[in-house]
């Protein structure tokens, strides 16, 4: 007892467990979500985030010391970020040719996505500072943290509002497309990465290679948009 | 293998510089992307020694949010009071806004007459 008492303060104290178990957490949910038949609510990230949740509860540990262990994959965002300039330079003569539709979806989806948000948020009551973390949740975390705090809101809630908004995004794209019945798979990957950032692009790729490339797309485009855009709908809304 | 990760790190590293320097709203990696097509463009060899380390790391795309999705769970507590509103907001406009987007795209294609591919 006293000797798994001590192997357990040993791994407590390393990066080794938690980096093992965000790794095995991801591999069972990526095999869920496969076995499922890659259906949209069998969410990868989803699922390894309720294991992960459930193995901290159960084994008392804190998200610091988690965050230990997983830090190196969530470094990896950076880099990954800098990769998907690849299958945008892979479609770039595509994205020539499909310039102005671009444009009109981006401004569409961007406007829809910050709007659209605060309004329902406003009718509800919700606070000064609630409407200034919620407005830039449709674009990627490092960017939406940078704009709430421009804006007054508060950066730890943004963080947990951004990464909702893309796996809700992520979870109903599929069926909503589909009863939509859009097919070009531009439009869809490209409506994706507009409102769900990053996990939107990730699922974007799991569904189709365009589709992945253009949800890239509009990602980037879209963290340049909704630092311009956010604080003008905040101000209507104030 | 090396040279391709160790070009990615230095874009990526070259953006932050540049954003925090310049104190662009951008942030350092989408930088880093926009210089990685802007010199695989001027370069296509570039192109072709990156990416087989591109595919593996995208291949992946959706493990790097895990961690900041367990953060999730820690912080929901600040939305005992909020919670639904919260909920609603972000559901509605998620789903409106990628409505929005496809139906313009689809729209302004067809309205120029292209391809639809």
Redesign the interface.
């Known amino acids: 007892m006293t000797n798994a008492a001590l192997i357990w303060s040993y791994l407590t104290e390393g990066p080794l467990l938690w980096l093992t178990a ?2 095995l ?2 591999w069972a949910g ?1 095999t869920f979500f496969r076995a499922m038949g890659r259906q949209s609510w069998a969410n ?3 699922c ?2 309720i294991i ?2 459930c193995v ?1 509860g159960v084994t008392g540990t804190s ?1 610091q010391t ?2 230990e262990g ?2 190196f ?2 470094f ?15 479609n ?1 003569h ?1 994205v020539k ?2 310039l ?3 444009i ?7 406007i ?3 709007v ?3 309004a ?2 406003k009718a ?4 000064e500072v ?1 409407l200034a973390s ?1 407005a830039p ?2 674009t ?4 939406a943290i ?2 709430a705090e421009g804006l007054g809101g508060e950066p ?2 943004t ?3 951004v ?7 992520a979870i ?2 599929t069926p ?2 589909n009863a ?1 019945k ?7 990957g ?3 990465g ?3 950032h ?2 939107g ?3 974007a ?2 569904v189709n290679e365009t589709a ?1 490339a253009f949800a890239g797309i ?1 990602m ?1 485009l879209n ?2 948009l909704t ?1 311009i855009i956010a604080p003008l709908a905040l101000y209507l809304f104030q | 293998m090396i040279p391709a990760l160790s070009i990615i790190l230095i874009f990526q590293l070259v953006g932050e510089i540049a954003t925090r320097s310049l104190d662009l709203l951008l942030p350092g990696p989408v930088l880093g992307l926009l210089l990685l097509v802007l010199s695989c463009s001027l370069r296509p060899a570039l192109a072709e020694l990156l990416r087989p380390v591109v595919n593996g790391i995208l291949g992946h795309l959706s493990l790097f949010f895990v961690p900041a999705g367990v953060g999730v769970i820690a912080h929901l507590g600040q939305f005992r009071s909020d919670g639904l509103a919260v909920a609603v907001a972000l559901a509605v406009s998620t789903a409106l806004a990628i409505a929005a987007g496809a139906l313009v795209f689809c729209a302004v294609v067809k309205w120029m007459g292209g391809p639809r591919e």
């Open positions: 965000t790794l957490a991801y990526d990868p990230v989803l390894a985030v992960l949740a901290l998200y988690y965050f997983a830090q994959v969530h990896m965002l950076g880099p990954a970020t800098v990769a998907l300039g690849m299958p945008l330079y892979d770039l595509r040719k499909a102005l539709p671009l009109a979806a981006l401004l569409a989806g961007s829809t996505a910050v659209s948000a605060l329902i948020a509800f009551g919700l606070s609630m919620l949740k449709s990627t975390a490092p960017v940078g704009i730890t809630i963080a947990v509002l990464l909702v908004t893309g796996i809700f995004g109903i794209a909503l497309l939509l859009i097919t070009d798979w531009r439009a869809r490209f409506s994706l507009v409102a769900a990053g996990i692009t990730a699922r790729f799991q992945g509009g980037g963290a340049v630092a």
